[in-house]
Nanobody, 126 residues
Framework: QVQLVESGGGLVQAGGSLRLSCAASTRTFSNYAMGWFRQAPGKEREFVAAISRSGFNTGVANSVKGRFTITRDNAKNTVYLQMNSLKPEDTAVYYC???????????????????WGQGTQVTVSS
C-alpha cells in the first residue's frame, strides 16, 4: 500500500503560480509512474500531467500545455506540479496518483492508476 500526500494548494490570483508537491510513502518510488489529475465542482476528474518512473518521459493535457510542468525527485519520493499563468478555469481539487510499473512510460487514464492521494484545493481568482 502506498500513501500519497499532496500539498501546496491555495488561493492565487489569475496569472499567478503555485507548486504542488506529492510525497509518497514507499521505498521503491522509482518503480512508480506518477500523475496529476484535477476535479472541478460538477465535473469529472480529468488528466493534467504524468511522468514516467525515471522522469525522462512526461505528458501534459492540452489545456495546461506551456503553463504546467511535472517533475519528480526520486531521492525525495516526491513528484511536483509547477503551475504558472494560472487561470480561473484551473480551479479544482488536484489529486496525485501512482501506478506500479516495469515500463518507462506515463499514463493519462485514471483507470491505470493504483493509488490516489486525498487531494489539495487550488482556487484561482479573477
Amino acid at each position: 500500500q502506498v500513501q500519497l500526500v499532496e500539498s501546496g494548494g491555495g488561493l492565487v490570483q489569475a496569472g499567478g503560480s503555485l507548486r504542488l508537491s506529492c510525497a509518497a510513502s514507499t521505498r521503491t518510488f522509482s518503480n512508480y509512474a506518477m500523475g496529476w489529475f484535477r476535479q472541478a465542482p460538477g465535473k469529472e476528474r480529468e488528466f493534467v500531467a504524468a511522468i514516467s518512473r525515471s522522469g525522462f518521459n512526461t505528458g501534459v493535457a492540452n489545456s495546461v500545455k506551456g503553463r504546467f510542468t511535472i517533475t519528480r525527485d526520486n531521492a525525495k519520493n516526491t513528484v511536483y506540479l509547477q503551475m504558472n499563468s494560472l487561470k480561473p478555469e484551473d480551479t479544482a481539487v488536484y489529486y496525485c496518483a501512482a501506478r506500479f510499473t516495469a515500463f518507462e512510460g506515463y499514463y493519462n487514464l485514471l483507470s491505470r492508476y493504483d493509488y490516489w492521494g486525498q487531494g489539495t484545493q487550488v482556487t484561482v481568482s479573477s
